[in-house]
């Protein structure tokens, strides 16, 4: 029985971690669909959501000025719910030059989003995080695809700025995105990405669907195109540029928050799971989304059961001595976080690996024991010292 409970897991990590994204290669090289693309210039509202981002808000509307699409054909919205720092006195000053405020009050991401939406007029709307700056012409690249009308959604790229100095944690997630930037190419040259992330992404506003509380924004709304049947897109050329967090221990309880509201926001689009009417993106989403988030519990099956299986043979002490030695890396890395020593990857890649799935063990909780996280805090001042 044990060794059906080892092996059985063992089978669920390498199928989420290995072949899974082997599969995905594979079907985007074979199995590819074209997108027409086209220098259009469509109106546009980009939608900015803010709470208490007086550090780097001036630096986000700066960039946006700078942007190379057509001033006339670009709305922009800062959509601040409830900021208490000076963030919208900060806005106002940018009013001159056509940068709208909703000062709303404290409501989350999601409410925030949806009046932003309501207000907006362009046909086209593009969401940024407040962190987030753009390459000068990220809009542009954003609009190209959808002069395909089957295109509903294109999801931008997010780049990590690399530090001179930095976490390990950091040092860990930016290997992450390397990969996950990959498979979302791949993903999209075969029909559609999985979703988009918050940074830089642009949906026809004609397929919006307001975003409920207690979920991740980005996900429920990217998704929503595929769920009324186009297609969600990833265009590597529409950049956004944001700094890695600086400390490891907030960065931990941000990771807990946003697995926690992606696995609720998975509950909610868990028509899109359906692989009669969704096809291959169904197994997409619930390899990558489910199996991904909940790869933790096979992999403690695996820590639990392979000491047990010692006197089976040599196959099981090389396992066994393997996590020991894998996991005696992941927390020096978490010791060495602050240090050069700690940005290695012999020791980053470990301790993200290990902070990630531990967050994901945590949101697993939350999401049995009914708890919804509403509300969204933001740990943009440390992130930004370290750019």
């Known amino acids: 029985m044990v060794q059906v409970i080892f092996w059985s897991a063992v089978g669920l990590i390498v199928y989420t971690y290995i072949l899974f994204p082997l599969l995905t290669l594979v079907r985007g090289l074979l199995w590819r669909t074209s997108v027409q693309s086209a220098n259009i210039t469509p109106r546009v509202s980009l939608i900015i959501a803010a709470y208490n981002e007086a550090k780097g808000i001036g630096a986000k509307l700066d ?43 404290r409501a989350g991401k999601a409410p925030a989003l949806n009046t932003a939406v309501a207000a907006a007029s362009g046909e086209i709307l593009v969401f940024s995080d407040a962190n987030s700056i753009y390459a000068p012409d990220a809009i542009q690249a954003l609009a190209r695809p959808f002069a395909d009308p089957q295109v509903g959604g294109v999801a931008g790229n997010q780049v990590y700025l690399k530090q001179k100095r930095g976490s390990g944690a950091g040092a860990g997630e930016h290997s992450y995105w390397n990969f996950d930037r990959k498979l979302k190419q791949l993903q999209s040259q075969a029909g559609n ?20 509380g207690g979920v991740t924004d980005d996900f429920t709304i990217s998704t929503g195109v595929i769920a009324q049947g186009t297609r969600l897109v990833f265009a590597p050329d529409a950049i956004a540029y944001e700094p890695v967090a600086a400390s490891g221990g907030k ?15 998975v509950l909610l689009r868990r028509e899109l799971l359906n692989p009669f009417r969704y096809g291959f993106y169904a197994l997409q989403l619930f390899s990558h989304k489910v199996l991904r988030r909940l790869v933790v519990i096979p992999l403690l099956l695996v820590l639990v059961t392979s000491p047990l299986l010692w006197q089976q043979g040599i196959f099981y002490q090389l396992v066994t001595v393997a996590q020991v030695l894998f996991y005696g890396c992941a927390l020096l890395g978490f010791w060495l976080n602050e240090t050069r020593w700690g940005r290695l990857k012999f020791f980053s890649l470990p301790y993200f690996f290990s902070a990630v799935n531990l967050a994901a063990l945590m949101a697993t909780v939350n999401l049995v024991r009914g708890h919804r996280i509403e509300r969204w805090e933001t740990q943009r001042q440390e992130a930004a010292k370290s750019i």
């Open 63 to 105: 960039n946006v000025l700078a942007l190379t699409y057509p001033r006339t054909q670009l709305e922009v919205i800062v959509a601040s719910d409830g900021s208490t720092d000076g963030t919208d006195d900060i806005v106002r000053t940018y009013a001159e030059h056509g940068i709208r405020l909703l000062s709303l009050p």
């Open 251 to 265: 960065e931990f309880g941000r990771k807990v928050r946003i697995i926690s509201r992606g696995l609720q926001a």
């Open 193 to 212: 990405t999985i979703s988009a992330t918050g940074a830089i992404y642009a949906i026809r506003r004609s397929l919006f669907q307001p975003a409920p």
